[in-house]
């Protein structure tokens, strides 16, 4: 057995190094804006990230959903597999990675606590009947890659894109199950100062793939990305 006391994922986070926020955010319906502005800065990003980000999508095609017939999770391979080859399947690589104070035995992760983004509350995590406290979900949904250009890709392909750790995160369970198959137009996490770090993930992620946006699910991803906290590091 092996305990892995391991950072969190890294998060930009603001210092005694900053000397200012550029803040533009909106004031959501009963929570006060010293609080939502708290929270975004915690996720704050490099203007370089942002502007990465409206250039990506910039580059997405911008179409309607393709209907969902045919879609099954079996069309995206084995769910978990190994695609590393490091010897543990990918929902354990992926709870190792986000997880901090890990306890694992022959690369299952058994116990840790998550700090998780969607919610901003810290969830415990105990392997066993309550283990769907804490799921990984695929940041864009498998189903509507499929909807936006996944229908043609290979066996191969869709089983890459499942498992590739730049699209999978682990969260908590209600809120992944809540987002189901939405995209930005129809789904973003509770947590507002996280979104506009999920919405340059997901951008990225289809970039990455080729998948397309709808003209909604766009117009989502501006909005979010007008609402990013960027850091400003003070120059030397």
């Not at 708290?38 to 911008?62: C, F, H, Q």
Request: aromatic share 6%; with cysteine; glycine share 10%.
């Amino acid at each position: 057995m092996r305990h892995d006391d391991h950072p969190a994922p890294r998060r930009h986070r603001p210092g005694p190094w900053l000397v200012g926020l550029v803040l533009c955010i909106a004031v959501g319906a009963g929570a006060p804006a010293w609080s939502q502005a708290r929270d975004a800065a915690r996720y704050a990003v490099t203007a370089e990230d942002l502007a990465a980000g409206r250039a990506a999508l910039d580059s997405l095609a911008v179409r309607g959903r393709a209907p969902s017939t045919g879609y099954a999770r079996e069309r995206f391979g084995q769910a978990w597999a190994d695609v590393d080859r490091n010897g543990c399947d990918t929902r354990n690589d992926v709870l190792r990675r986000d997880l901090v104070a890990t306890v694992v035995e022959d690369c299952v992760v058994l116990s840790g606590t998550l700090d998780d983004p969607y919610t901003g509350v810290p969830i415990p995590f105990v392997r066993g009947p309550g283990s769907a406290a804490v799921q990984v979900d695929h940041v864009v949904a498998l189903s509507d890659a499929w909807q936006k250009g996944a229908q043609g890709w290979t066996a191969e392909q869709r089983e890459a894109f499942a498992n590739d750790p730049a699209n999978l995160l682990a969260v908590d369970g209600p809120a992944n199950q809540e987002k189901g198959a939405g995209d930005a137009a129809t789904w973003l996490p509770p947590h507002r100062g996280y979104r506009c770090v999920y919405v340059l993930r997901q951008v990225r992620v289809k970039a990455a793939y080729g998948l397309w946006v709808t003209a909604a699910e766009r117009d989502a991803m501006n909005r979010t990305m007008g609402g990013c906290v960027v850091a400003t590091v003070r120059p030397p």
